[in-house]
């Protein structure tokens, strides 16, 4: 189904609804979360199986730790150290490594913990990097990048007019990263919700009304089917889109 020679080299997913499927079911939100991690393990083993690179998945983000209570904030702490708990050992079958992005260190101290153990364990796994966005929130990134930034520019005496783009992305929790060719949302919303916002200027966006927690790695693969017959221009000329008058001097403007 895949063509191997063009499998996207980064995919990004907002992993959302959740709190529907629990919903549905007439169930608590808890139960909706327990089964979305079931899904992030199925769908990293997928990943890892079809040989994707990167796989940078939306858990947490700042504004959820802000506004959702305080019970639910704190059973995804604890959904998220038990994951890592349980899931260490399969990532090291699936040559996973795992990393983060986000604002963690605001995050529980046990919860860190946990997390730098799974970074540590799975450190020089080769297969795909699994990328957890935990207490993440795009804009908070670029202020981060861009405070880094000012402070390297003002050891360094530089210009802001010196500032590129490249200099933008080396401040990101990015900069290890290319950026995603797909990025994916469940559950049917028609927004970004502050995600990898400087990262996705030209992803390709797949939205599927599937519930975060019935995503498995069969809908991954149909999401990067789908990519695979899209056209990325880049700002380019697409095939049939056309052709080019070769001297535009002959072209008769219509009087305005
Ligand atoms: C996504 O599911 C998981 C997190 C944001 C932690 P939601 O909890 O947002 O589920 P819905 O949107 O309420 O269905
Ligand atoms: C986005 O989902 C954040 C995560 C998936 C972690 P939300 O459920 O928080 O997004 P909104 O509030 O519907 O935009
Ligand atoms: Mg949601």
């Known amino acids: 189904m895949l063509k191997q020679e063009c499998l996207p080299e980064h995919v990004a997913i907002i992993m959302d609804g959740n709190g529907r499927w629990a919903g549905k079911r007439s169930l608590k939100r808890f139960l909706g979360h327990q089964q979305g991690a079931k899904s992030v393990q199925l769908v ?37 150290k038990s994951y890592l708990e349980t899931n260490v050992q399969r990532m090291m079958d699936n040559n996973v ?7 963690t260190h605001e995050l529980p101290a046990e919860v860190q913990d946990k997390m730098r153990w799974a970074e540590e364990t799975t450190a020089r796994n080769t297969g795909t990097t699994l990328t ?18 000012a402070a390297e520019m003002q050891r360094k005496h530089l210009a802001p007019d010196r500032i590129t ?17 797909l990025l994916i949302r469940t559950s049917g919303e028609m927004r970004i919700s502050n995600y990898l916002l400087w990262q996705i200027a030209y992803a390709e966006i797949y939205v599927t009304e599937r519930l975060w927690p019935d995503f498995r790695g069969i809908h991954l693969l149909e999401a990067i089917a ?21 001297d535009p001097e002959r072209i008769k403007l219509a009087a305005g």
């Open 44 to 80: 990293t083993e997928t990943a890892s199986r079809i040989g994707l690179p990167w796989l940078t998945l939306y858990a947490f983000s700042l504004e959820n730790n802000l506004r959702r209570p305080r019970a639910e904030v704190n059973f995804l702490m604890r959904l998220l």
């Open 226 to 246: 789908d990519f695979q017959r899209r056209e990325r221009r880049f700002g380019g000329i697409g095939e049939g889109s056309g052709e080019v008058e070769e």
């Open 132 to 149: 957890l966005a935990l207490n993440y929130g795009g804009r908070s990134e670029m202020v981060d990048a861009f405070r880094g930034l």
């Open 165 to 181: 783009e490249e200099d933008i992305h080396r401040h990101l929790y990015t900069a290890h990263m290319p950026d995603p060719d």
């Open 97 to 103: 490594r795992i990393r983060y992005i986000g604002r």
